[in-house]
Each structure stands twice: as structure tokens, then as C-alpha cells.
């Protein structure tokens, strides 16, 4: 039996994924075909909203890890054009300074080759001090979000990902504007089957 993938997302208050303002309910609608659904699993997973010209969204989904997931944005042809990115974090390393030390450090003197003096007991010869800096260097961690799609670029209409780890993604749906406002149902798809991956590809 295949097993069905779990899923958490989190919506910005702006837009919920629900029932449209209108009444109708989305997800009784079919929006995409099953060639682009494919294999994947979408039962419990998917999310339908009644959007309107001009309107965008951003949802952050967590995929869970050893699964294949299979993203993508579908919507009513009377919207137009409904774009949509996928954005996954990467923890970037940062080299910074840490702190800057001063120290006095003996200088000796040299011949005019640039070889150091020495005295009769073979000892370089002492020509005073000089004060100079230790940088202690530390490692800093931040979190950016690498674009790995856009549907404005995609000839395959769908994001195809084996997390390795369970991590969040964010998702950035937009409705072009249009002269006269429209609504419709869209529908952000997310499909999964098991996989024995160990890592994340994209």
C-alpha cells in the first residue's frame, strides 16, 4: 500500500485556503489533468482558494523526509495567467570578526640584505618593539531562500523534490491583474509518494 505522505502548512493570515468568499467550494472543482498529477498522492494535501485578479499569496509547506513530492499550481482558465515560485532554505556560513587584539612583539635589527644581527653569544640583536593585532575570526549562520522554481520559466508546469530531512518550503502564488477584476478557483497541489532517498534533490 502506498504510503500517504504527512503534511503541515502554514498560511499567511492574508489568504486562507478554504471555501471562496462566494460560497463555492474549490476543491469539488477539477483543475488539473491527471497526466500533470502523475503518480503522486494528493489526497489531504492539496489546498483550494477562490482567488481574483491581483491577488497573491504565500504558503509555507513542510516536506517531510524520504518522500517524493511532486508541487505545482493549477487553476480556471478564466484567470489568466497564474504564476507561482518555489523557494527552498539554505543555511549560509559567514567568516566575521570576532574580537581584535593588540601585543607588543619584539623587532630585530637586520643588515641591509634583510638578515638578522647577531651578537657574540648568537643571539639576534634587539632593536625595540612593535605592536601588532591578532583578529580572532568567528563563523556566523544565516538562513536565505534559494528560487529552485518558476512556473514563468518551467516548460513542465511542476516541481519534482526528495527531501532528505523534514524542512520547510515557501511558495508564492500570484494572480495577474487584469482590467476587469475576475474570480476563480486555484488549486496548489501537493503530491507525494514514499522513497527510501537520503537526500535532498532538487
Same mark, same amino acid.
Given at each position: ?11 499567511? #493570515?492574508?489568504?486562507? /485556503? ?8 474549490? &476543491?469539488? @472543482? ?9 503518480? =503522486?498522492?494528493?489526497?489531504?494535501? &492539496?489546498?483550494? @482558494? ?11 509547506? !513542510?516536506?517531510?523526509s ?17 504564476? =507561482? ?7 549560509? /556560513? ?6 581584535? @587584539?593588540?601585543? @607588543?612583539? #619584539?623587532?630585530?635589527?637586520?643588515? #641591509?640584505?634583510?638578515? =638578522? ?5 648568537g643571539?639576534?640583536?634587539p ?15 544565516? &538562513?536565505?531562500?534559494?528560487? !529552485? ?7 513542465i508546469?511542476y ?44
Open positions: 500500500m502506498r504510503t500517504i505522505c504527512k503534511l503541515m502548512v502554514l498560511i499567511v #493570515p492574508m489568504l486562507a /485556503f478554504s471555501v471562496g468568499v462566494s460560497g463555492q467550494n474549490c &476543491s469539488k @472543482k477539477k483543475l488539473a489533468s491527471n497526466e500533470l498529477k502523475g503518480k =503522486y498522492d494528493y489526497r489531504g494535501q &492539496s489546498m483550494f @482558494k477562490q482567488m481574483a485578479s491581483g491577488d497573491s499569496a504565500t504558503l509555507n509547506v !513542510v516536506l517531510y524520504k518522500q517524493n513530492y511532486r508541487l505545482f499550481v493549477a487553476s480556471e482558465q478564466k484567470l489568466g495567467n497564474v504564476n =507561482y515560485q518555489i523557494y527552498v532554505p539554505r543555511k549560509k /556560513f559567514t567568516r566575521v570578526v570576532k574580537d581584535v @587584539k593588540q601585543r @607588543k612583539v #619584539p623587532v630585530y635589527k637586520k643588515d #641591509p640584505m634583510g638578515f =638578522y644581527l647577531y651578537d657574540s653569544n643571539e639576534k640583536i632593536d625595540g618593539e612593535e605592536v601588532i593585532q591578532d583578529t580572532i575570526w568567528t563563523r556566523e549562520t544565516s &538562513s536565505i531562500n534559494d528560487l !529552485v522554481f518558476d512556473s514563468r520559466n518551467s516548460d508546469g516541481w519534482e523534490a526528495t527531501s532528505g530531512k523534514t524542512q520547510n518550503i515557501t511558495i508564492k502564488v500570484q494572480v495577474e491583474k487584469a482590467a476587469k477584476k475576475v474570480d476563480g478557483c486555484i488549486g496548489v497541489y501537493v503530491g507525494c509518494e514514499f522513497s527510501n532517498a537520503s537526500q535532498f534533490i532538487r
